[in-house]
């Protein structure tokens, strides 16, 4: 049998989506840990990675690719993926983490490209700069940095929230003054199924190819998807413009696998049609 690609926090909204689009191609294996639906499953494996080692699962599977999208505790996190860098560094394989936006949340006057300086002011946004920089000591083709932006999908929790703000008829927080770019989780997976076909290595932004406002995006989600307005409180974190968004410039991927937030709202409305 071939050697598995693992996906780490595979039973999570994304990790799930990765392994939905994978398991098809690929021999894919995934982990879970409070999600016991997955206990019976013989293509997942027990992980917490706050109590468990990865020595036994990585000996026992040897995947040629760990895909690392981890949710919980952010310094056994950190101390996780210090031990997968010495790994990947040791072994023949590659890492592939799932990073984020907020790697450059310090920045507030224009969107960000690949190999910008990464510089954070949330305690999110540094965790994810150190486990970076620590993938980044690798030999380059060992490792994948993928940074997202906001992802939403038919039931991702995003989604899930407005949809209750409505039901209850309690107000929709957004932000109209931060200028964002999105993608679906559908779209998200296809791209990561394109770079791992095409053995891709270095540092990916895989969001919308263009940008609009978090207000402007979540009413256009609301209208399209339920057919009515909502009702939102609008918080302005600054008095200027503030960009959260992530956008290529070194690394793109082919024109039809690069959505607009057009296309990423048509993925969350198909259920509406």
């Known amino acids: 049998m071939s050697r598995p690609i693992l ?13 939905r689009e994978l398991s098809a ?26 109590k468990d080692k990865l020595t036994t699962i990585l000996k026992k599977f040897n995947p040629k690719l760990i895909i690392s999208s981890l949710r919980g505790d952010i310094y056994s996190q950190v101390e996780t993926h210090i031990y997968l860098k010495e790994h990947v560094q040791k ?35 540094h ?27 038919l039931n991702s929790p995003r989604t899930l929230k407005i949809d209750k703000a409505l039901r209850d008829n309690s107000p929709i927080e957004v932000f109209p003054n931060t200028v964002i770019n999105v993608n679906s989780d559908v779209r998200l997976s296809q791209q990561i199924h394109y770079i791992i076909n095409h053995k891709k290595t270095g540092i990916f932004h895989l969001g919308s190819t263009d940008l609009i406002s978090h207000f402007d995006f979540i009413r256009a989600l609301v209208e399209k998807r339920y057919n009515k307005p909502g009702f939102y409180k609008q918080v302005f974190t600054s008095n200027t413009t503030r960009y959260l968004a992530v956008l290529p410039k070194e ?22 049609n």
């Open 127 to 153: 965790f994810k700069i150190k486990i970076e920089n620590q993938l980044l000591n690798l030999k380059t083709g060992k490792y994948i940095i993928l940074r997202l932006p906001m992802i939403f999908g």
């Open 25 to 50: 191609y690929f021999y894919t294996l995934g982990t879970y840990n409070s999600n016991t639906g997955y206990k019976n499953n013989s293509n997942f494996v027990h992980f917490n990675h706050q």
């Open 91 to 125: 072994y023949d394989c590659r890492i592939m983490y799932i990073s984020s936006a907020n790697v450059f949340d310090s920045f507030r006057h224009y969107p960000s490209y690949e190999y910008d300086k990464t510089l954070s002011k949330s305690l999110y946004g």
């Open 7 to 19: 996906i780490l926090g595979g039973s999570g909204f994304i990790g799930n989506a990765i392994y």
């Open 251 to 272: 690394n793109k991927l082919p024109h039809n696998i690069q959505p607009s937030y057009e296309d990423v709202l048509s993925d969350l409305t198909l259920q509406h």
